[in-house]
């Protein structure tokens, strides 16, 4: 789950999880600065638009992550969202797919390249296929919760 910025006000800097990437959502950087606490600490108040000052506070790794954020132009608050889907929505489907990334990588990167070279890809192959190649790397209650959303689904 991350925090997508609309004002900015509710967005803690170094506990939430605000930017979005892949490796983590949170600031690597150590809290240096404890009086810069919200998000919209970070903008220019007059511009709607990102202090460049931000990379005297944060490594380059941050600094660089959160100047690529847009802000919104009006003033909206700031939203949960599911950071694994575009529209920031909750889908089993997504899920699946995480569970899938999380639990065998070496799985997702092969099909990954089978999909290259002409074959199904992930979102083409058939329920009853998804589930013989995942089952070999799903276990227990997720296995289980996965298997039951697919076949309500069909």
């Not at 609309?6 to 999880?17: A, C, F, L, M, Y």
């Not at 944060?58 to 950071?83: C, G, M, Y």
């Amino acid at each position: 789950i991350i925090q997508r910025i609309g004002n900015g006000r509710s967005i803690q800097i170094w506990r939430d999880n605000w930017i979005p990437r892949e490796v983590s959502l949170k600031v690597v950087t150590k809290c240096t600065r404890p009086r810069i606490r919200w998000v919209s600490n970070l903008f220019e108040n007059e511009h709607r638009d990102w202090n460049r000052s931000l990379r005297s506070i944060f490594l380059p790794v941050d600094a660089d992550a959160i100047l690529k954020i847009r802000i919104t132009s009006n003033e909206t608050s700031d939203q949960i969202a599911w950071h694994f889907e575009k529209l920031g929505l909750f889908l089993v489907r997504s899920a699946y797919k995480l569970a899938l990334r999380l639990q065998c990588p070496d799985q997702m990167a092969s099909s990954t390249v089978q999909n290259q070279r002409g074959g199904r890809g992930y979102g083409e192959i058939s329920g009853r296929q998804m589930y013989h190649q995942s089952c070999v790397c799903l276990h227990g209650d997720l296995h289980q919760m996965l298997l039951h959303q697919i076949l309500i689904r069909r």
